[in-house]
């Protein structure tokens, strides 16, 4: 490969040329095989989250009911009320059974243990896992439990997408996009709310936004709803609540009061399920046991208000539609409140979002019951919309999700009020959600903001240094050494030793590159030649982004890397180091907090007030002045 040599000055940044290589998105043709991927998923994971659905079922009739039945029901309509107390501390005991010999992973609420296999696990999850938390819930669920089963369905469908693609020869990204492909599939099957289902999979599970990750959750989760239509009806899961299209300014106002009680509630829920865990844990005796200690508490909680037992959908449908009664709302807001967020703390298995719509509706009942009226259950609404965006701070899946459970498109601005202000109130005062506390308390650290990369937005060419020195592959290390000593004894004026890594020409050909160690360590040696010593150089092109540069580096292993052009007899252009790359960082720190006003209003003498451009700003120190910043563009 022909190259010239660079001792010309270095030419300016081009920023007016076109990039042709570089798009919006890398989209590698193994997207279309992964996506195709996704649909047997997406109808699996339907089918299993049907199936679990079922299941539930089956145990609330038998325990409660002595029946062998399939049909919905609630333990609450039992005619032996001491089942209320007796079930669930069965049921405890079983699930403690289950995960002390089967697999403690099957305790909890399902979300914690998805993205921990997704950030340390490899994406990897056992299929007796993918067995036994289905079951699990079922029991805890069903003989009781207040809890949802979306969480143990993201589990098992992310199971589902999981053991399918440790079958097939595929990397570790290309598998998580199928693990999360099939926990959005099993959410979207459990609430005929598709959208909803990919929105959190972006928000809480993918850790990215690109279409290798989107595209097979979207056609897992939309796969799976198509599925569910036949077998659980298409209709919304809970009835409307008649919003009006116009709302008066004070209703407006009032969702602002809404959002930040249900961000009170989202605190304070939260709180108690690992105030719960921590006590749990002080006791003398074995995990095992602690389920059974929950299932006390929520019998307990039963005898003073059965219906806040169970998954409660029949409860959660009245609050929505304004039909429930005074005495129901308060018994929910407090029974069900403390008895999940108690019993959940014993780590049994169960989900939170079921409970969150309940407790959620039951808040904004309540308020219901003191605010002006707008509509039958339209503040129970819209609170649980704020509800879902104060415990989970994905306030995106807790509108929609919502929109698609009722089809109540007239209140999506209030629930985006509502919403947001819960979201805001619980970002501020509480670092971890009741999904992520539980990986914290792990020893890991997730992170749930999402922004561009800087490197990604910046070209090789904005920061590339000319090379000073190039070196022939003829001569001997010796020369070369004394080259760089006789730079260093005259105060190094051209920058030859802060070049560190030199090419090595042979003719016109790239024969490797050499470090400065190299060379001073060979000062003496004038029999060696540095095409003998020189080792393959790794290059870049100066119109790819310093990300590409990044990964370069550390596949490589090293910390410069020669830039040349591109064309048929390409040139050494320059060269980027480590240090380098760190200064478009910088650019992205100075951007976020650097502050400078450039617009200012000043009254000026027999005027009124003008807008003067580029004042505001105190004067600095010139040793304060930042250092000049690379445009923020690409090409």
């Known amino acids: 490969m022909p190259f010239s040599s660079a001792a010309h000055p270095h030419p300016p940044a081009r920023h007016g040329v076109k990039v042709p290589h570089l798009g919006d998105f890398h989209v590698p043709p193994r997207v279309v095989a992964i996506t195709a991927l996704a649909l047997p998923i997406g109808a699996a994971a339907a089918l299993v989250a049907v199936a679990l659905l079922k299941l539930i079922a089956l145990v609330t009739n038998l325990c409660f009911y002595g029946r062998f039945a399939f049909s919905t029901t609630a333990p609450h309509g039992t005619p032996h009320r001491w089942l209320l107390v007796v079930m669930p501390i069965v049921g405890g005991l079983v699930i403690g059974l289950m995960a002390r010999y089967g697999s403690e992973k099957i305790r909890g609420h399902g979300m914690p243990e998805a993205i921990e296999s997704i950030l340390i696990g490899g994406s990897r999850v056992q299929p007796r896992v993918a067995a036994l938390k289905p079951l699990s819930a079922a029991i805890s669920i069903g003989t009781g439990g207040p809890f949802g089963a979306e969480g143990p369905i993201i589990m098992t469908?992310?199971?589902?997408?999981?053991?399918?693609?440790?079958?097939?020869?595929?990397?570790?990204?290309?598998?998580?996009?199928?693990?999360?492909?099939?926990?959005?599939?099993?959410?979207?099957?459990?609430?005929?709310?598709?959208?909803?289902?990919?929105?959190?999979?972006?928000?809480?599970?993918?850790?990215?936004?690109?279409?290798?990750?989107?595209?097979?959750?979207?056609?897992?989760?939309?796969?799976?709803?198509?599925?569910?239509?036949?077998?659980?009806?298409?209709?919304?899961?809970?009835?409307?609540?008649?919003?009006?299209?116009?709302?008066?300014?004070?209703?407006?106002?009032?969702?602002?009061?809404?959002?930040?009680?249900?961000?009170?509630?989202?605190?304070?829920?939260?709180?108690?399920?690992?105030?719960?865990?921590?006590?749990?844990?002080?006791?003398?005796?074995?995990?095992?046991?602690?389920?059974?200690?929950?299932?006390?508490?929520?019998?307990?909680?039963?005898?003073?208000?059965?219906?806040?037992?169970?998954?409660?959908?029949?409860?959660?449908?009245?609050?929505?539609?304004?039909?429930?009664?005074?005495?129901?709302?308060?018994?929910?807001?407090?029974?069900?409140?403390?008895?999940?967020?108690?019993?959940?703390?014993?780590?049994?298995?169960?989900?939170?979002?079921?409970?969150?719509?309940?407790?959620?509706?039951?808040?904004?009942?309540?308020?219901?019951?003191?605010?002006?009226?707008?509509s039958p259950g339209f503040w129970a609404l819209v609170s649980l919309a704020g509800v879902l965006g104060g415990v989970m701070r994905s306030p995106l899946t807790g509108i929609v999700f919502c929109l698609e459970l009722t089809h109540e498109m007239n209140a999506l601005i209030p629930m985006v009020i509502t919403a947001s202000a819960a979201y805001l109130l619980s970002v501020i005062v509480l670092k971890r959600s009741v999904l992520t506390e539980k990986l914290a308390r792990r020893g890991m650290h997730l992170t749930r903001e999402y922004s561009v990369d800087p490197l990604e937005v910046h070209l090789v060419r904005q920061l590339e240094t000319p090379l000073r020195l190039t070196l022939e592959a003829g001569r001997t290390v010796g020369e070369a050494a004394r080259t760089l000593h006789g730079a260093y004894e005259a105060g190094d004026p051209d920058g030859l030793l802060a070049q560190r890594l030199y090419p090595v020409l042979d003719g016109d050909t790239l024969a490797g590159v050499v470090t400065r160690h190299q060379l001073v360590h060979g000062a003496d040696d004038d029999g060696t030649l540095l095409a003998d010593v020189a080792r393959p150089a790794v290059t870049a092109f100066e119109d790819e982004t310093l990300r590409t540069l990044a990964n370069r580096m550390a596949e490589h292993d090293i910390t410069r890397i020669l830039i040349v052009g591109r064309g048929e007899h390409p040139r050494l252009e320059g060269l980027v180091s480590l240090r380098q790359l760190l200064h478009a960082r910088r650019v992205d720190l100075h951007e976020e907090q650097h502050r400078q006003r450039h617009l200012t209003l000043r009254p000026r003498r027999g005027r009124s007030l003008v807008v003067a451009s580029g004042a505001g700003s105190e004067p600095r120190p010139a040793d304060e002045e930042p250092t000049p910043l690379p445009a923020r563009h690409a090409g």
């Not at 005074?326 to 967020?341: E, P, R």
Request: charged share 10%; glycine share 16%; proline share 6%.
């Open 157 to 374: 469908g992310g199971a589902v997408g999981s053991i399918i693609s440790q079958h097939l020869r595929v990397t570790t990204d290309e598998r998580k996009a199928l693990l999360v492909a099939g926990s959005a599939a099993g959410m979207a099957a459990t609430f005929n709310a598709p959208l909803a289902a990919i929105l959190l999979a972006v928000e809480l599970l993918l850790f990215e936004w690109r279409p290798r990750s989107y595209l097979p959750v979207a056609v897992a989760a939309a796969t799976a709803t198509l599925v569910r239509g036949p077998l659980l009806g298409t209709a919304p899961l809970f009835g409307g609540s008649h919003v009006p299209a116009h709302l008066s300014p004070s209703a407006y106002g009032l969702c602002v009061v809404a959002g930040l009680a249900a961000g009170l509630l989202a605190l304070g829920s939260t709180w108690l399920v690992y105030f719960s865990e921590d006590l749990f844990a002080k006791l003398p005796f074995h995990w095992m046991w602690w389920p059974a200690i929950g299932g006390a508490i929520i019998g307990v909680g039963g005898l003073f208000e059965p219906r806040a037992l169970g998954v409660g959908y029949d409860v959660i449908d009245q609050l929505l539609t304004g039909r429930a009664t005074t005495g129901l709302i308060i018994g929910i807001l407090v029974v069900k409140t403390l008895i999940w967020g108690l019993s959940l703390g014993s780590g049994t298995s169960g989900g939170v979002l079921a409970p969150m719509f309940m407790i959620g509706g039951a808040l904004g009942a309540a308020e219901g019951l003191v605010f002006p009226g707008v």
